[in-house]
């Protein structure tokens, strides 16, 4: 397993489970649930923040909360429902 902030832009991960309770319940409510797909769609110049697609839409982490984040790194190809 890896933490979301050591993926690189365009690949994509499963979320596995989360080290900070909460910041759990922050991410939850934005449809960040174990099991679900992320991809990767952009790292700022400077690493941080870092922008995600997860259900449907983007969404931006800072450094610190992607690092809170466990996830498995999978090999699909990652398109958003519109």
Partial sequence: MKRLSEIKAGSTARIMSFEDNDLFLK???????????????QIAPLGDPISISVSGYNLSLRLNE????????????FQLVK
Avoid: Q
């Avoid at 992607?66 to 190809?77: L, P, T």
């Fill in 27 to 41: 991410l939850m409510e934005m449809g960040c649930v174990p099991g679900e797909h992320v991809k990767v769609e």
């Fill in 66 to 77: 992607a690092d809170n984040i466990f996830v498995e790194e999978v090999n699909v190809d």
